[in-house]
């Protein structure tokens, strides 16, 4: 019986995979091009994807890897991927902060050939951050994302400037009973720790890794900025929760109305203007509050295109790349999925400002973008800081010993690295 | 008998719940998730499963591709550990004991730290994004405890029969065939859907070798399911996604339940 | 006789002990994203680096607090199981399936449908909690709860395994031996503890084993759930040499936590055979 059975499942498998290998091998004449993308992307650029195949039909056809929705998998495929040579993979696209880590190993390849100053500066100057590394332009951005303020514009004239004022506005709303909570943001021990404190301490004066590659940790500044977000759970003005909260979680809260501020990116907006926001028309964007003489700072997200060293169709790599940022493209991604675009010359667009009423914040917000460290060992120093300002937030240990020790470990990566490269 | 019912009810209720939640979840609508516990209007919806069933690959791709991969470490395991569970019981003690430690400690080792050098293993023999190429890993961490649980099960055979199958003049391999697979059926039964069951679940391997989307297994494959941003967590789709993958091994559990058991009953205990 | 071993052999050799090898070799190498991936001796400095690392330590404490709590719980859940599934009564089979199914599910999927279930606030606990009227736990977000909450996912997933294990282990109990017991005027409470926990001695050693070495490897279900956090209360060894060869991309540090964890690991296990085959002199 059961080897009857398993003969069944024998001629089904070697059928499933026969199946498999015909379709692999029925090659047709264009050259074909892939691209990783996390599935978010894969779906929001399908139509332009296709549009691209129509118009290069039988010379380039470009299909998309979905990669995992959690941008760190997606990462963790792409470096596997190149572990694993041979990768079907041509173009990737990649975070901000993977960019130096790519580039000094070698995965990607420079875009000195296809990129020359006149297109480099038809981009938008917040978004020309992040993409070169060594003076080298190795990506070509898709979308900017730069940190946002949030605020109720039912609740208050107008959003608060200083830190100082969001906990006296979050808390008076809370007293008066019309939010449960003044702020919410993200606190989870992840990356958007870091982005939400690299905000708060330029907000406060102080640097995380400087001009001259000093480290600024254990200044008066970041210990203030350190405090402020231990004082904003402390205080009650956020839920104790944020300290699990990633973006997701602090949207669900705002979008509830259950809370004055939010920090987040500029996606959500158009999840708050969805029918089923309890806030549609009630929500202001602004910049990251500062404190009295600082200037407000937007952390710099952002996805864009590179290519991969090892493919072989570079140009016709490169041909995709820029149909799917051309200015064209970014609108209609902006209109469709609301992604912030990278052509400086959408900014004033007209059909795009009717359609949305915070396109000029962007702008702003871009204008004081900030990038993350740029260095290949990004990944080990924002972690310190991560496991630090948890720490710090979920009330185990001191800001200021934290932070100490932040600068510390965040020395002693910079100098194992510094003396292996000599 | 009250007393045994109430501990039934507290049994299913501790197994059953988190996963009834995520019937639950699967069935709400996008706003019915953040108060799970009111009653609002429009709470049910099907969105979360007609989205999964309209992607592209359709969803059942996946579940082939993990039935691919899983039959055929399955039959690798089974056509490899099976000669060598014999032979374990046929050779000369000291070895066999020795070999038996050895096997202890390989089914032990937590094989995630092996990912790494399995990846660049890959590399080498240039085994990426190639279904049935992943049935090698996940067959080859398998042998160990599929060797172990099949040598008991040898083990319990009488000698006298395979004695009568020698004075028959039956060679090696026609024994094997004949007389000692047909008796150990149940234990590689329950080793085999140990080592399916292993197979369809597995996410590390699965994830970095394997990187064309109409190659990828189930596990990974949800893992892929998007919201409309890279931000958000779409927790009803995949609740959906979720009940849709368990539905093929909730039934390889109810009809193969009595081999899990009985083979497990003969197994590697002794060792 | 032995050829019939060597294709397992080889199989092992492939997946066990080549990248065994390959770890030592690694382990004294700096292989990372800062020398290009290539490899440069450092004599040993991996090895020192680990001893000094504060971060390794704490992450084993927290294997091992992780491994010791769910096993210990699960090794008492899966008796209790056992005990139940052992005994006939009807839907027995149904029951006996769906109490196997939380085994049989995908990690990752179960992970994040903990994660969900564990929300603050939206999630069902803290929803009853604040139906209640209590104040809200943050589950997720306590370093002294989270990595409870990891332990109830793994104990609430690997249960129905070594009930499994136990109830095989039940069912080769001869019944005599009861009736003899009950004959001589024992209580069913002395029956367990004077016959069926003595029998199922040894399938509860090869349980707890098992489970032992898997908890010890703890990897999807922690950086689904909390992602090691907060404040790392929850990162495990296998998380740990994950982000370092993946994200940081040293390889070379990443292939010395996985030989230091399997080294700690090895002792572990030993450690509890010792204390297990003392616990056996004693009962003699």
């Given at each position: 019986?059961i080897?009857?059975?398993?003969?069944?499942?024998?001629?089904f498998?070697?059928?499933?995979?026969?199946?498999?290998?015909?379709?692999?091998?029925?090659?047709n004449?264009?050259?074909?091009?892939?691209?990783?993308?996390?599935?978010?992307?894969?779906?929001?650029?399908?139509?332009?994807?296709?549009?691209?195949?129509?118009?290069?039909?039988?010379?380039?056809?470009?299909?998309?890897?979905?990669?995992?929705?959690?941008?760190?998998?997606?990462?963790?495929?792409?470096?596997?991927?190149?572990?694993?040579?041979?990768?079907?993979?041509?173009?990737?696209?990649?975070?901000?902060?993977?960019?130096?880590?790519?580039?000094?190993?070698?995965?990607?390849?420079?875009?000195?050939?296809?990129?020359?100053?006149?297109?480099?500066?038809?981009?938008?100057?917040?978004?020309?951050?992040?993409?070169?590394?060594?003076?080298?332009?190795?990506?070509?951005?898709?979308?900017?994302?730069?940190?946002?303020?949030?605020?109720?514009k039912?609740?208050?004239q107008?959003?608060?400037?200083?830190?100082?004022?969001?906990?006296?506005?979050?808390?008076?709303?809370?007293?008066?009973?019309?939010?449960?909570?003044?702020?919410?943001?993200?606190?989870?021990?992840?990356?958007?720790?870091?982005?939400?404190?690299?905000?708060?301490?330029?907000?406060?004066?102080?640097?995380?890794?400087?001009?001259?590659?000093?480290?600024?940790?254990?200044e008066?500044?970041?210990?203030?900025?350190?405090?402020?977000?231990?004082?904003?759970?402390t205080?009650?003005?956020?839920?104790k929760?944020?300290?699990?909260?990633?973006?997701?979680?602090?949207?669900q809260?705002?979008?509830?109305?259950?809370?004055?501020?939010?920090?987040?990116?500029?996606?959500?907006?158009?999840?708050?203007?969805?029918?089923?926001?309890?806030?549609k028309?009630?929500?202001?964007?602004?910049?990251?509050?500062?404190?009295?003489?600082?200037?407000?700072?937007?952390?710099?997200?952002?996805?864009?295109?590179?290519?991969?060293?090892?493919?072989?169709?570079?140009?016709?790599?490169?041909?995709?790349?820029?149909?799917?940022?051309?200015?064209?493209?970014?609108?209609?991604?902006?209109l469709?999925?609301?992604?912030?675009?990278?052509?400086?010359?959408?900014?004033?667009?007209?059909?795009?400002?009717?359609?949305?009423?915070?396109?000029?914040?962007?702008?702003?917000?871009?204008?004081?973008?900030?990038?993350?460290?740029?260095?290949?060992?990004?990944?080990?120093?924002?972690d310190?800081?991560?496991r630090?300002?948890?720490?710090?937030?979920?009330?185990?240990?001191?800001?200021?010993?934290?932070?100490?020790?932040?600068?510390?470990?965040?020395?002693?990566?910079?100098?194992?690295?510094?003396?292996?490269?000599? | 008998?009250?007393?045994?019912?109430?501990?039934?009810?507290?049994?299913?209720?501790?197994?059953?719940?988190?996963?009834?939640?995520?019937?639950?979840?699967?069935?709400?609508?996008?706003?019915?998730?953040?108060?799970?516990?009111?009653?609002?209007?429009?709470?049910?919806?099907?969105?979360?499963?007609?989205?999964?069933?309209?992607?592209?690959?359709?969803?059942?791709?996946?579940?082939?591709?993990?039935?691919?991969v899983?039959?055929?470490?399955?039959?690798?395991?089974?056509?490899?550990?099976?000669?060598?569970?014999?032979?374990?019981?046929?050779?000369?003690?000291?070895?066999?004991?020795?070999?038996?430690?050895?096997?202890?400690?390989?089914?032990?080792?937590?094989?995630?730290?092996?990912?790494?050098?399995?990846?660049?293993?890959?590399?080498?023999?240039?085994?990426?994004?190639?279904?049935?190429?992943?049935?090698?890993?996940?067959?080859?961490?398998?042998?160990?405890?599929?060797?172990?649980?099949?040598?008991?099960?040898?083990?319990?055979i009488?000698?006298?029969?395979?004695?009568?199958?020698?004075?028959?003049?039956?060679?090696?391999?026609?024994?094997?065939k004949?007389?000692?697979?047909?008796?150990?059926?149940?234990?590689?039964?329950?080793?085999?859907?140990?080592?399916?069951?292993?197979?369809?679940?597995?996410?590390?391997?699965?994830?970095?070798?394997?990187?064309?989307?109409?190659?990828?297994?189930?596990?990974?494959?949800?893992?892929?399911?998007?919201?409309?941003?890279?931000?958000?967590?779409?927790?009803?789709?995949?609740?959906?996604?979720?009940?849709?993958?368990?539905?093929?091994?909730?039934?390889?559990?109810?009809?193969?339940?009595?081999?899990?058991?009985?083979?497990?009953?003969?197994?590697?205990?002794k060792g | 006789?032995?050829?019939?071993?060597?294709?397992?052999?080889?199989?092992?050799?492939?997946?066990?002990?080549?990248?065994?090898?390959?770890?030592?070799?690694?382990?004294?190498?700096?292989?990372?994203?800062?020398?290009?991936?290539?490899?440069?001796?450092?004599?040993?400095?991996?090895?020192?680096?680990?001893?000094?690392?504060?971060?390794?330590?704490?992450?084993?404490?927290?294997?091992?607090?992780?491994?010791?709590?769910?096993?210990s719980?699960?090794?008492?859940?899966?008796?209790?199981?056992?005990?139940?599934?052992?005994?006939?009564?009807?839907?027995r089979?149904?029951?006996?399936?769906?109490?196997?199914?939380?085994?049989?599910?995908?990690?990752?999927?179960?992970?994040?449908?903990?994660?969900?279930?564990?929300?603050?606030?939206?999630?069902?606990?803290?929803?009853?909690?604040?139906?209640?009227?209590?104040?809200?736990?943050?589950?997720?977000?306590?370093?002294?709860?989270?990595?409870?909450?990891?332990?109830?996912?793994?104990?609430?997933?690997?249960?129905?395994?070594?009930?499994?294990?136990?109830?095989?282990?039940?069912?080769?109990?001869?019944?005599?031996?009861?009736?003899?017991?009950?004959?001589?005027?024992?209580?069913?409470?002395?029956?367990?503890?004077?016959?069926?926990?003595?029998?199922?001695?040894?399938?509860?050693?090869?349980?707890?084993?098992?489970?032992?070495?898997?908890?010890?490897?703890?990897?999807?279900?922690?950086?689904?759930?909390?992602?090691?956090?907060?404040?790392?209360?929850?990162?495990?060894?296998?998380?740990?040499?994950?982000?370092?060869?993946?994200?940081?991309?040293?390889?070379?540090?990443?292939?010395?936590?996985m030989?230091?964890?399997?080294?700690?690991?090895?002792?572990?296990?030993?450690?509890?055979?010792?204390?297990?085959?003392?616990?056996?002199?004693?009962?003699?």
């Amino acid at each position: 019986m059961i080897i009857k059975k398993l003969k069944l499942i024998i001629i089904f498998t070697l059928l499933c995979f026969s199946s498999i290998v015909i379709g692999l091998t029925d090659t047709n004449k264009p050259i074909e091009i892939n691209a990783l993308m996390p599935a978010p992307f894969a779906d929001s650029t399908e139509r332009l994807v296709e549009q691209f195949n129509q118009e290069n039909k039988g010379k380039i056809h470009l299909t998309v890897t979905r990669g995992p929705r959690e941008t760190e998998s997606v990462s963790d495929m792409a470096i596997s991927s190149m572990i694993l040579g041979n990768s079907p993979i041509d173009i990737l696209l990649i975070d901000v902060t993977w960019l130096p880590k790519y580039a000094a190993t070698g995965w990607i390849s420079p875009l000195d050939e296809w990129v020359n100053d006149e297109d480099i500066k038809s981009i938008i100057s917040g978004a020309r951050q992040g993409n070169s590394y060594k003076n080298r332009e190795f990506r070509w951005p898709l979308v900017a994302d730069i940190g946002l303020l949030y605020w109720r514009k039912d609740l208050m004239q107008e959003p608060p400037k200083t830190p100082d004022a969001l906990i006296k506005i979050s808390k008076k709303l809370q007293n008066e009973g019309l939010v449960k909570y003044g702020y919410v943001w993200q606190g989870r021990q992840y990356e958007g720790l870091s982005c939400v404190y690299l905000e708060v301490l330029k907000g406060f004066g102080g640097d995380w890794l400087d001009n001259s590659n000093q480290f600024r940790l254990d200044e008066k500044s970041s210990i203030k900025a350190t405090n402020w977000l231990r004082e904003l759970i402390t205080s009650e003005v956020s839920p104790k929760a944020v300290t699990n909260f990633s973006e997701p979680e602090a949207l669900q809260i705002f979008e509830t109305g259950d809370s004055a501020f939010m920090r987040n990116w500029p996606y959500a907006w158009a999840e708050l203007q969805k029918p089923t926001s309890s806030v549609k028309d009630k929500v202001g964007v602004t910049t990251m509050v500062a404190d009295t003489n600082q200037t407000p700072t937007a952390t710099l997200g952002s996805w864009g295109f590179s290519i991969l060293k090892n493919s072989n169709n570079k140009d016709a790599a490169w041909k995709a790349i820029s149909y799917l940022t051309s200015e064209q493209a970014q609108k209609e991604l902006f209109l469709k999925y609301g992604y912030t675009p990278t052509k400086a010359k959408l900014f004033n667009d007209i059909e795009m400002l009717e359609m949305s009423p915070i396109l000029p914040e962007l702008e702003k917000a871009l204008q004081i973008s900030e990038p993350r460290p740029k260095t290949p060992i990004y990944a080990q120093l924002s972690d310190v800081l991560q496991r630090e300002l948890s720490a710090v937030l979920t009330g185990q240990k001191d800001p200021q010993k934290a932070m100490i020790s932040a600068q510390v470990s965040s020395e002693n990566i910079l100098k194992s690295a510094g003396e292996l490269r000599s | 008998m009250k007393r045994l019912h109430f501990y039934i009810i507290i049994l299913l209720t501790w197994s059953m719940l988190p996963f009834i939640w995520q019937l639950y979840t699967s069935f709400c609508s996008q706003e019915a998730l953040i108060s799970p516990l009111r009653t609002i209007d429009n709470r049910w919806t099907l969105d979360n499963y007609l989205r999964i069933i309209n992607a592209d690959p359709p969803f059942w791709k996946y579940l082939l591709n993990s039935l691919v991969v899983g039959t055929s470490a399955t039959l690798i395991t089974l056509i490899i550990s099976i000669p060598a569970a014999y032979s374990l019981t046929r050779l000369k003690s000291a070895f066999a004991k020795s070999m038996q430690l050895l096997l202890l400690a390989a089914a032990l080792f937590p094989y995630v730290l092996l990912f790494l050098a399995l990846l660049e293993l890959a590399r080498n023999l240039n085994l990426g994004n190639n279904l049935l190429a992943l049935s090698i890993p996940y067959s080859a961490l398998s042998t160990p405890l599929a060797v172990l649980l099949l040598s008991s099960a040898f083990r319990d055979i009488p000698k006298d029969l395979e004695e009568a199958a020698i004075l028959d003049g039956l060679n090696t391999w026609q024994r094997l065939k004949w007389v000692l697979i047909p008796l150990i059926t149940p234990s590689s039964a329950s080793t085999a859907i140990l080592v399916f069951v292993f197979s369809w679940n597995e996410y590390p391997i699965a994830l970095t070798w394997i990187s064309r989307s109409e190659l990828i297994t189930l596990p990974v494959a949800i893992s892929r399911i998007a919201g409309s941003s890279v931000y958000s967590v779409p927790y009803g789709t995949y609740a959906a996604a979720s009940v849709l993958g368990s539905i093929p091994l909730l039934l390889i559990v109810l009809i193969f339940q009595k081999q899990i058991i009985s083979g497990l009953t003969q197994g590697a205990i002794k060792g | 006789m032995i050829f019939l071993f060597a294709p397992a052999a080889l199989f092992l050799i492939l997946v066990f002990v080549l990248p065994l090898i390959r770890y030592c070799w690694i382990s004294v190498h700096a292989l990372s994203v800062i020398t290009n991936l290539e490899m440069i001796p450092n004599y040993g400095a991996n090895w020192i680096r680990l001893y000094n690392d504060q971060r390794f330590w704490q992450d084993s404490f927290q294997t091992i607090r992780f491994t010791v709590t769910s096993v210990s719980l699960e090794i008492l859940f899966a008796i209790a199981i056992a005990l139940l599934l052992d005994q006939r009564w009807r839907g027995r089979g149904v029951v006996r399936a769906l109490t196997i199914l939380p085994w049989a599910l995908p990690t990752t999927v179960m992970a994040l449908g903990w994660r969900w279930i564990f929300n603050t606030p939206h999630g069902p606990i803290e929803q009853i909690i604040s139906l209640l009227g209590f104040e809200s736990i943050n589950i997720l977000s306590n370093p002294n709860i989270a990595w409870i909450a990891t332990v109830i996912g793994d104990v609430w997933k690997t249960t129905p395994f070594i009930a499994l294990i136990l109830l095989a282990g039940l069912q080769s109990i001869p019944n005599d031996l009861y009736e003899a017991f009950r004959l001589e005027g024992g209580s069913s409470r002395q029956a367990l503890f004077n016959i069926t926990i003595p029998l199922l001695k040894q399938y509860l050693l090869i349980g707890i084993l098992f489970r032992t070495a898997q908890a010890f490897g703890v990897f999807d279900l922690i950086q689904i759930m909390t992602g090691g956090g907060p404040a790392s209360s929850t990162e495990s060894l296998a998380l740990y040499a994950y982000l370092n060869a993946m994200r940081f991309l040293d390889f070379g540090y990443s292939a010395t936590i996985m030989l230091g964890s399997f080294i700690l690991l090895v002792f572990s296990c030993l450690l509890a055979w010792l204390i297990f085959n003392q616990i056996k002199k004693i009962q003699l």
